[in-house]
Structures are given as C-alpha cells and as structure tokens.
C-alpha cells in the first residue's frame, strides 16, 4: 500500500480519537491530497467534498510566553538590523546577509519542501548535503520535523489538525501558530503518517540527531563572526544585521506563505479552497506563493503550472538535474490541469479562464510555456 494513502489514511484516522484530549468529531478528516496515491479522481482531487470539514474549532488558544518573548526580541533586533544595515554595516556584510539568505530559503524551498516533505524529485547524497546546510541555516526546526508538520498540513489542510490552520485568520496562520500550544489534533494527526522515507534518509536523521548542535553553528555564531574576522565588521551589525535581520526577514518570507498566500489572489486551480496565487509572495520565496496551484498538485517540483514564473527554486532543481544530482522530477501532465481548471477553477486562468476562446496564436507564443523538462 502506498504511503499515507486513502486506506492506509482511513484506518488510521480512528487513533486519533484515543489520543488524550481530542475527539473525532469530523472536524479534522482528510481535506487536501499529499501524494499521488491520495488522490480519487482523474483530476487530482478527492471524491467528495470537503469543504464543510474546513473549519476550526471555537477555543481559547493557549499562549506560549516564552515563544512570544522571543519573537519580540528577535522581531526588534531585526528592526534594529535593517537600520544598521543602510546606517552602519559594511556593503560585504549586507552581501553575505543576502547570500545567506538565499541559501536558507533553498534549504526550505528545495530541500525541507519540495524534496523532503513532497518527494517531487529525488536526490543524490551531495545534494541532500547540500540541502542539509542550507536547511540548517535557516533554522525553521529541523527538516525532518519541517516535512512531518507539512505533510499534516496538505493532508488535513485547514482543519484543527493543520499547525498553521488558515481558518483562524492572518495572524495565526502567519505566527501565531508558533505563540500558542498545538491543538491535540495536530500531534495525533501527525502520529499516523507515513515517515518511513524520511527515517530512511542518513543525512536527513544525522541533522535531526545533532540539530541543537548544528544549528547555532550554521543559523547564528558563524554567521556573526564571519563578518568579524573577514572584513573587519564590527560585532554589533554582525550579530543585528547578518544575523538577526536576514533570519527574521526569511522567517516572514516564509511564514507569508501559510498567510498571505492562504488569502490574497487568484484560485485558478480551485476555487473551493484558501491558497491562492499570489506573484508578490512568490517572489520572495523563490516560487513558493503560487499556492493554490501547489495544494491542487503537491506532488509536482515546480509547485507552479509554469516552472520559469518567479520560481528559482524549480531553476536550481533544474540545474542539479542537468549534472544527474537531481532526477525522477515529477510534473502534472497538461490534460489533467486543464480538466481542473474547467471543473473547480475560478475562472482567472491565463489559459482556460478569459483566454479559451479569445486566445490569438500570436498571444499564445506570449503567454503558453512549454517547460522542457517535461
């Protein structure tokens, strides 16, 4: 049987009512597909509708003090940071900030994402090493904790079982979600899935292992010193500006992704639920804001219909995949997206929206993307 697919989803769905303090009323049932195996229809979606399980429920959250001490301080010296940076730090300090920054983001996006958390590629060990680093410069938990939340997320999308449930609103869905105790459903939830995959990955478990170790290494002490002793920074835009700064700024970055693109935007895709397409938020995220796209198709690498719209993540993939590092790179066939769009789009598709019958053969060499590796 396939991981985390329908039966093995289904008998599993009744542990969670023996987990303490959560009651299997419906509230949390399978919402989104994950893999290629969840899904029940020729266009990539589940057989009934789910949209009356998206909803949460009505309780007091219980807030975590210390989480939202921290994000304050955090929040404030990043504020501080990016004065510093146009007031006092040098030009090859704010340079290396930015290349850690890209470096994180791809740690999330190409590794933690798209390869860990969706297997859309496969990838050799020097690529998963690499993954790894860049992974554990960013510090959003480690990977294997990140894919474990996220494969809850797509499975139970916009329940009381998803971490970052959008039904909650912007807040929560940005940061909130991290000020405040997981709801019961999450933790159960997360119990029942499939990790098998990523227990089976050395490099993904030796971070996990050693991750409290590694990570203040690669997220914080290294990236203020480096600048110290490099080029002579001083300790105070160190710490303010390459640290402090470029880490809560990616922090948001990302978190934009559960928040902003959960609510501004078009739902060319489906129209039935929260992620939208969102350009703003894409360019930041090196091709993650084209969500509602994603939460239709997860299992594809470019998370977007087109791989070149804002989208350098699929442009790295792409690269490792040129030398042999990346391969097995999974995509949706055009058929089955066009079958989609008619059924449950919004109407906004560039294509099978306002341009079905319009289309001009000379508008259509602009706007169609042929993406050659498929």
């Not at 791989?307 to 350098?312: E, F, K, P, S």
């Amino acid at each position: 049987m396939p991981p985390n697919s329908k039966e093995s989803t289904d008998k599993c769905t009744g542990l969670a009512s023996e987990v303490p303090g959560t009651v299997d009323d419906g509230s949390s049932k399978q919402t989104g597909v994950l893999f290629e195996a969840d899904v029940e229809t020729n266009d990539g979606d589940l057989a009934v509708s789910t949209v009356e399980f998206k909803r949460a429920e009505k309780r007091k959250l219980e807030l975590v003090w210390r989480n939202i001490i921290l994000f304050a301080y955090v929040h404030l010296a990043a504020l501080y940071g990016g004065y510093l940076m146009f007031t006092q730090a040098k030009l090859a300090t704010t340079i290396f900030a930015a290349g850690l920054y890209i470096c994180g983001m791809l740690g999330i996006t190409g590794g933690a994402h798209r390869l860990w958390a969706h297997r859309s590629y496969k990838a050799k060990w020097p690529l998963r090493l690499i993954l790894i680093v860049f992974n554990t410069i960013a510090f959003q938990d480690a990977a294997y904790h990140w894919a474990r939340d996220h494969r809850v997320h797509h499975k139970f999308s916009e329940t009381d079982a998803d971490p970052h449930n959008a039904t909650r609103g912007f807040f929560f869905s940005h940061v909130g979600w991290l000020l405040t105790k997981k709801h019961p459903d999450v933790k159960a939830k997360g119990k029942i899935l499939d990790l098998s995959d990523l227990h089976a990955d050395p490099i993904l478990m030796f971070q996990k292992k050693h991750y409290f170790v590694l990570m203040p290494l690669a997220c914080f002490i290294l990236p203020t010193i480096i600048p110290v002793l490099c080029w002579n920074e001083s300790l105070t835009c160190g710490w303010l500006v390459a640290t402090m700064f470029r880490w809560c700024f990616q922090l948001n970055m990302t978190w934009l992704v559960n928040s902003a693109a959960h609510k501004f935007g078009g739902r060319p895709y489906d129209k039935n639920m929260n992620p939208s397409e969102n350009a703003y938020v894409a360019t930041m995220t090196f091709g993650e804001g084209w969500h509602n796209y994603h939460h239709v198709f997860p299992w594809d690498y470019k998370t977007s219909e087109w791989g070149n719209r804002l989208n350098m993540t699929a442009r790295f993939i792409d690269l490792f995949a040129k030398i042999g590092w990346a391969y097995d790179l999974k995509s949706v066939a055009p058929d089955t997206v066009k079958r989609r769009v008619w059924r449950t789009g919004d109407g906004s598709h560039e294509l099978w929206g306002w341009g079905d019958k319009d289309l001009t053969p000379e508008d259509a060499k602009d706007v169609l993307f042929v993406d050659k590796m498929n």
